[in-house]
């Protein structure tokens, strides 16, 4: 059974948990240096979970089992230095006063750690976020199973932090470690998908067949297309100072709504472009990122797949279709990306749509994710559904005021509830 959450964990004992492929310091990962550098570094590249529990969470035992697991996996309260990463304690819980924004604001990572773990005064809800070079979302839903005392998460070894081996073990078909169980967690196999294959959509633009995409001639195509006529973006608040910070939404999704990644994917598309139709702003070419979830290792090891699109396009049947195809490479060299900071605005995308899918986390009502919100429009729409809880849908944006962001959110649930789209 699930540890009592409000029962301690002492790290220490014969019962202690040992190291899990855990470091003294190693050098930083290529992708996660490409995110350091990536040119657009108005976004704060920190994804967001926001739990809320029908039993208060005891501060201590929360703390005792985040040690536990630092000593299992050393990302987690590392520092990064000259490209290296040394390992360090876990962070000290803060206190969580609602101030989702603040918490959220640009790791310093030479000074802190990549994660941040804040609990509100009654123990019922905590939020934890990280910097997305070391952790991506399916981590904080595996770090949140910890600190709420999860047979699965704390005790025993059950995950690594080392993505390459994550990645190998994946492509092989085997688990991310040697005895670790498959998440209670996982999503939907729709929403997880990594190899398995799909005919290109010509409907899409810059979709590729895999041959095609083998030889890097579709990609590079969709690449120079980009360059020439970029996506376009989301219309923003008028008025809205520099520097305000993202503006965070969420709504719990109606019953009866698909929740799958292509069908928010979808609602999203088809909000927009009402919300730009009454901004004047056109909404012709569009260019959606999807995150792809891999192995429930606590690192970051997520891909991404890019959709564009044009006006009228099938939006649900080119997400599935992306979602089949495989990875893309690894992140290019740093330097390459700094060169092209002056144009890179134009090969970013419209909308980032992440869905963490279900997920079991013992003792929550539910859950709101936020990925993190960068590029062209820096808007990012997630979607999570709590075993025995909640569906919530969220948006964050950089570039809206609240209400908006509120009102955008609603324009797409709307949507989502009454599959007001091209569902062919």
Do not use: K
């Not at 040697?178 to 999503?187: M, R």
């Not at 010509?202 to 890097?216: F, I, L, Q, T």
């Not at 690449?223 to 008028?238: E, F, I, K, T, Y």
């Not at 986390?361 to 979607?383: H, M, T």
């Amino acid at each position: 059974m699930p540890a009592d959450p409000a029962q301690p964990v002492e790290p220490t004992g014969p019962t202690a948990p040992q190291p899990a492929s855990n470091w003294t310091t190693r050098e930083a990962r290529p992708a996660e240096l490409a995110i350091l550098a990536h040119p657009d570094q108005r976004s704060t590249w920190a994804p967001a979970l926001l739990a809320r529990l029908r039993q208060p969470l005891d501060r201590r035992a929360a703390q005792s089992r985040l040690d536990i697991l630092a000593v299992q996996h050393s990302i987690i309260g590392a520092r990064l230095s000259g490209g290296r990463w040394t390992v360090h304690p876990a962070p000290p819980i803060s206190d969580f006063d609602g101030n989702l924004a603040a918490l959220c604001g640009r790791f310093d990572l030479e000074r802190a750690a990549p994660l941040r773990v804040a609990l509100s005064a009654d123990g019922l809800e905590f939020a934890l976020v990280s910097h997305h070079a070391a952790l991506d979302g399916r981590a904080l839903v595996t770090i949140a199973r910890a600190l709420l005392g999860a047979d699965a998460a704390v005790g025993r070894v059950v995950r690594v932090d080392d993505p390459a081996s994550a990645e190998e073990a994946a492509s092989a078909g085997a688990p991310a470690s040697a005895g670790a169980p498959a998440s209670a967690g996982a999503p939907a196999s729709a929403e997880r998908v990594t190899d398995r294959r799909v005919a290109a959509d010509p409907a899409v633009e810059g979709s590729a067949s895999r041959d095609e995409a083998d030889h890097g001639s579709g990609a590079r195509r969709a690449v120079l297309r980009r360059l020439v006529q970029p996506a376009d973006r989301v219309a923003p608040s008028v008025g809205l100072a520099q520097g305000a910070g993202d503006a965070f939404s969420a709504s719990e999704v109606a019953e009866g709504s698909r929740l799958r990644v292509a069908a928010v994917a979808a609602a999203a598309v088809a909000a927009v472009g009402e919300w730009n139709a009454s901004r004047d702003a056109p909404w012709r070419r569009i260019g959606l990122t999807i995150p792809v979830g891999g192995p429930d290792v606590i690192g970051n090891v997520s891909t991404h797949r890019r959709v564009d699109l044009t006006l009228g396009a099938d939006v649900e049947a080119a997400v599935s279709a992306a979602l089949g195809t495989a990875a893309p490479p690894d992140a290019g060299n740093p330097l390459v990306a700094r060169l092209l900071a002056p144009v890179v605005d134009r090969f970013s995308d419209s909308l980032l749509v992440s869905n963490l899918g279900r997920i079991s986390l013992p003792g929550a009502e539910s859950v709101d994710f936020y990925p993190q919100a960068r590029g062209r429009s820096a808007i990012a729409i997630g979607a999570a559904t709590v075993d025995g809880g909640a569906r919530r849908l969220t948006l964050r944006a950089r570039d809206l005021a609240d209400d908006d962001a509120r009102q955008l959110l609603d324009l797409v649930a709307d949507h989502l509830s009454r599959g007001r789209f091209e569902d062919r």
